[in-house]
């Protein structure tokens, strides 16, 4: 297989950035992987044109609005310009991204050929798990006390419109008295959000954002570990916490999203519901059944280290683009 230089164009500030998993999942495929982070540098324009001249790469990803449109256009002299958007919306502003690339991956099947429209390379490629992030060499008392719960969930309850259906579902959990606790981004303190911060969901804030090697003990320690992606009527829209949370081990109940058997198989390595109380009646079922929750887990598990890594996504968007450019 051809080994490739490419130049990856991400946001880098933080450490759970996806950027840093897609260098891993390349640089495991024996590609070369330079890095440019626009919000790092003076006269970012300026200096990823410099960089291209003098890398010459045989492509650049580039992965979200971290540089404006109109620079792909320039940068295409020196080489083929590839996008992967990793949302399951189409904002205003992407259409001239779209347009301007060589190739666009959307992790969203359903949204193929709407994107079509405007771009005939548009492809789609799933999101995936990057194993060497989320390592856990021991689980101490600690961890067990802080982490463990019958049922977690790890994402935003902020109060964007796709946010807000988590609180009536997850009010709902607690209500019906199961051990749950939630992390992620603590909830934004507005006059709004008093009530939610003070009530039921805000007294179940698990104190932290977790990421890497906590996300993990997280997914290990809960018994169930419960999942709403935000847009799942558009068909394999998944995010990467459904590849992220099976690959550390944890027994995934989520929300169905349409497409979602294709990818890891509902009732054997994942669970699915449909509505709220199909949700209560799954959690109260399986909370009480030890042994099916492990076999669905390890099996869950298993599907995504062998199918479902950036490994294998690197792999996967390497063998289209040698077809399509």
Do not use: N
């Given at each position: 297989m051809k080994i490739f230089s490419i130049l990856l164009i991400t946001e880098l500030s933080k450490p759970w950035s996806n950027g840093w998993y897609y260098k891993a999942g390349f640089e495991k495929n024996g590609h070369t992987v330079t890095l440019f982070d626009p919000s790092s540098v003076e006269n970012p324009l300026i200096n990823v044109v410099a960089k291209t001249?003098?890398?010459?790469?045989?492509?650049?990803?580039?992965?979200?609005?971290?540089?404006?449109?109109?620079?792909?256009?320039?940068?295409?002299?020196?080489?083929?310009?590839?996008?992967?958007?990793?949302?399951?919306?189409?904002?205003?502003?992407?259409?001239?991204y779209v347009k301007a690339s060589d190739i666009f991956f959307t992790m969203s099947e359903g949204l193929v050929e709407e994107f079509r429209k405007l771009n005939r390379n548009v492809f789609w490629l799933s999101?995936?798990?990057?194993?060497?992030?989320?390592?856990?060499?021991?689980?101490?008392?600690?961890?067990?006390?802080?982490?463990?719960?019958?049922v977690t969930f790890v994402g935003n309850l902020g109060s964007k419109k796709q946010y807000l259906s988590r609180r009536t579902a997850l009010e709902k959990v607690i209500d019906e008295?199961?051990?749950?606790?939630?992390?992620?981004?603590?909830?934004?303190?507005?006059?709004?959000?008093?009530?939610?911060?003070?009530?039921k969901i805000g007294r179940a804030y698990g104190g932290k954002f977790v990421w890497?090697?906590?996300?993990?003990?997280?997914?290990?320690?809960?018994?169930?570990?419960?999942?709403?992606?935000s847009m799942p009527h558009i068909r394999k829209s998944m995010s990467a916490r459904m590849y992220t949370a099976a690959g550390c081990g944890a027994f995934y109940m989520c929300q169905h999203v349409a497409g979602i058997e294709d990818v890891l198989t509902p009732g054997r390595e994942i669970v699915t519901f449909r509505s709220d109380d199909e949700m209560i009646d799954m959690i109260r079922y399986y909370l009480s059944r030890d042994e099916e929750r492990r076999s669905i887990s390890e099996a869950g598990k298993l599907r995504v280290l062998t199918d479902h890594t950036y490994e294998v996504r690197a792999k996967q968007m390497i063998e289209i683009v040698l077809k399509h450019l």
């Open positions: 001249k003098e890398i010459r790469p045989d492509f650049i990803l580039h992965t979200k609005a971290e540089l404006p449109s109109e620079i792909f256009q320039e940068l295409r002299k020196f080489s083929k310009v590839i996008m992967w958007y990793p949302d399951p919306v189409i904002p205003e502003w992407l259409s001239p999101q995936a798990f990057e194993p060497s992030f989320f390592e856990v060499k021991e689980i101490s008392s600690d961890d067990r006390r802080r982490f463990s719960a019958d008295g199961f051990k749950f606790k939630w992390c992620g981004p603590k909830i934004p303190r507005k006059l709004s959000t008093i009530p939610l911060i003070f009530g890497g090697k906590d996300y993990a003990k997280v997914a290990r320690l809960s018994k169930i570990f419960l999942a709403f992606d």
